[in-house]
């Protein structure tokens, strides 16, 4: 496991090949999403006090630890009401709607990962302005497109946003792939661009500390639907 301070309050972990990230309050951490399967004793071991895990879209690299992690510490599973049932079910997820380029990506690094995660209870729902308490109040942002269900989570003490899968920094700040509706999708990217952001952290690829914002809506000028 590979271990990024991306600010005092906040950390990326990479583990086996996927990423996650921690938030700290004190003694308490927040898990946003939970890397692929088998990670989760790995992940316990490195994270003390984890009370809730916030799990941004359904897809396997996101929630695959989670029943796991959820088992073993009795935190609390958090994720968007669009994506719920196939979460608690350990159901696939709806498929893509793959652009053409997108295909051969999709097939290079979906193999070894089951197509869906084990099941495991969403403890709670999250809709569009909800607050949680965490970060001095965690907004969640409903941006379905890359799934129905994605969510974001802005922290604007903080200026931190946790932006899912929706947007990616691989290289550069682009639109995230393998998207179920990919009108949907920009239109959530420009609402995220929107946001009063200093610190960006992304579902896959670099996280960005400082300026993120501006990084994101000079990508969102230029994203058309
Ligand atoms: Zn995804």
Redesign the pocket.
């Known amino acids: 496991m590979e271990s990024l301070a991306v600010t005092p309050n906040l950390t990326m972990l990479r583990i086996n090949g996927w990423q996650l990230y921690v938030w700290r309050d004190g003694d308490s951490a927040t898990l946003v999403d939970t890397g692929a399967p088998g990670s989760g004793t790995e992940i316990a071991a490195a994270v003390p006090g984890i009370d809730r895990i916030v799990l941004t ?1 359904g ?1 396997v ?2 929630v695959g630890s989670a029943a796991e992690l959820r088992e073993s510490t009795g935190a609390a599973v958090m994720a968007g009401a669009g994506d719920a049932a196939y979460i608690t079910a350990g159901a696939q997820m709806p498929p893509a709607m793959f652009e053409d380029w997108e295909i051969p990506i999709f097939e290079r690094v979906s193999a070894g990962l089951p197509a869906a995660a084990p099941a495991v209870p969403v403890d709670q729902e999250l809709n569009d302005g909800d607050v949680l308490d965490f970060g001095g109040g965690a907004h969640v942002l409903a941006i379905p497109g ?2 129905e269900g994605s969510v974001a989570v802005h922290l604007p003490e903080h200026g931190v946003l946790f932006a ?2 929706t947007i990616a920094n691989v290289g550069s700040v682009m639109l ?1 792939v ?1 998207n179920q509706d990919r009108s949907r999708a920009v239109a959530s990217f420009k609402r995220l661009a929107a946001l009063d952001v200093e610190t960006a952290c992304f ?1 896959h690829g670099e996280p960005i500390e400082s300026g993120a914002g501006e990084r994101i809506r000079e990508v969102a000028a230029r994203l058309a639907a």
């Open positions: 879209h897809h690299d996101h890359h799934t899912g899968d995230g393998f579902g």
